[in-house]
């Protein structure tokens, strides 16, 4: 960790100190001079030697990536979430994660660590955050500062969090980006809040992050039910307080356990269907009115698919899971195996 800046504070001071850190404020104004990649499917085209293997990481999943078989791995659709990216500065493996509440944190930085760390105690961790804009409802004065405290919204007790673990580990962390809170956010002319990225990448051959946004033949495979998943997870006792695992990292494949959905999630879609795009965000966004453009959009196909597939049986036929292996770059294709 930026052991100067964390000894002996708790907490939002924490937070607070790596916001004025020099080196972070520094890393964040080179990060926000950096174009944002729009990952998409023709970045595949030409030949193999170019191709791109991706993960791609949804809400509350993580993935711990080799560099020698994945060359880019990322997140995106976050708004007071937190990308997250790991990686070990001497193995060169990753891990990658979208944290969506505090109650994740402490289960999810264990996974995450499990490949990463390597049982070396000495190894650096090098850390870099991007998401969590500042989306607390009072606190801003004239010049664009803010006044935190730990009630003000979803994305500071989520970064309180995470920087507190962080700090309570014996292992080396290493903060090269501090992309949050102020350091994300732009204000309009009438003081509305927005984050300025919602997603990062990292080239895992270079260790290279940048901001980043994913299209949708991109986030995949399996994309509507890994994003149902969520959903069902939140009623679902055992993967309370742990991010969903979905990536094996040595096969290089995408394995989806059986899960089900209620008929109570399937009452939910055919209401919320006919309900206006601005009740839909009302109703299930955190941050209404920052959300990226597709949300809506994408709320809609998940309740569409419920109300068509009520029983949670027709995906998982005999509780077998939904094994899918690469094709190419983005491109997957589902197993028997």
Known sequence: MITETCDNVQGGDMVTALLEHDHLVDASRLFRATAER???VPE???????VQTCVYVFQREYAIVDPER???VGTDEA?????IIIRNSSSGMISCAHLDSPRVVDNGLSQMLSLVSDSDDNAILDVYLVGAFDDSAQGNDDDGSELYSEMDGYSFPLCIKIVEKLAESKLKFQIQNFQVLKHNTRWDSEGNAYPIFHGLLVETSSGS????SFDRSTRCPDEIIRR??????FEDPRLAGRLLDTYETQADRFVIAPFSWSMRQVHIASVMRHRSDLEILLTTSTSPTAEVPDFVDNQKRIWEYLIQHPDWKEAFPSKVPRVFKRTGGTSWEMSSE
């Open 44 to 50: 595949e085209s030409g030949s193999q030697n170019n």
């Open 79 to 83: 708004t007071t979430c937190v990308g």
């Open 228 to 233: 149902i998943r969520l959903g069902a997870s």
């Open 38 to 40: 729009k990952f998409s």
């Open 70 to 72: 994945v060359k880019i």
């Open 209 to 212: 992050v940048v901001p980043a």
